[in-house]
């Protein structure tokens, strides 16, 4: 008898460990989906700032508790101010995320710098008197920025908001179609803002 309970008693507490040790295991994979709107300069373009409105999708791989890699990819479109110009952009862009965890892991701050291309369209831009663009460019693009996320339950956290500073750098010469500006170099900067929500895996 006394053995059979030893038994059961090693059984309970094994179980109760596995329990604790399941509810202490970090998520490794972040998956968001949100809104995206971007407010941009672009130089020597009189048409600017121009802001965009889109969506975002990321997936983030934590590597420890608190460091991770992260891919984006973010769609967006707009058109610039008194004109009928417009601007669509697609971007890609990879690179390391760090998050801190506030008040038991339920405020999650994070920050990431982010590297890769943006895919652009450009439609009726002026860029010199007399003449209009059309065509496409891949700008190198930078972003830093982060945010936070609340959660909601193990598996589903709110991001309010996240914030982020984007530059992009491209010469016009690059562009496809309509007429060509040899050597005109523009950069776009601005900042972005983005809302959603995120799933943990």
């Not at 672009?42 to 992260?70: H, M």
């Not at 690179?95 to 450009?122: C, E, I, N, W």
């Not at 170099?185 to 900042?191: L, Q, R, W």
Request: aromatic content about 12%; charged content about 15%.
């Amino acid at each position: 008898m006394r053995k059979s309970l030893t038994i059961l008693s090693f059984l309970v507490l094994g179980l109760v460990s596995a329990c604790a040790q399941k509810k202490q295991v970090t998520h490794r994979w972040n998956v968001f989906a949100g809104y995206d709107f971007d407010h941009g300069y672009i130089a020597n373009i009189p048409e600017s700032p121009v802001s965009l409105n889109g969506g975002q999708a990321s997936v983030t791989y934590f590597v420890t508790k608190y460091a991770g890699l992260t891919a984006e990819f973010s769609g967006m479109t707009g058109t610039f101010p008194t004109t009928t110009a417009s601007m669509t952009n697609s971007r890609y862009v990879f690179g390391p995320t760090f998050r801190f965890d506030l008040k038991s892991s339920r405020y999650v701050l994070f920050a990431h710098q982010l590297f890769g291309v943006t895919h652009m369209t450009f439609s009726g831009l002026s860029t010199q008197p007399q003449s209009s663009h059309l065509g496409t460019a891949n700008p190198f693009t930078m972003l830093s920025g982060g945010g936070l996320d609340v959660r909601i339950n193990h598996l589903i956290s709110v991001r309010p908001f996240e914030m982020d500073y984007f530059n992009e750098r491209v010469s016009l010469d690059a562009l496809s179609g309509g007429v060509t500006h040899t050597g005109l170099d523009i950069s776009t900067d601005g900042f972005r803002y983005t809302a959603g929500v995120v799933l943990h895996f």
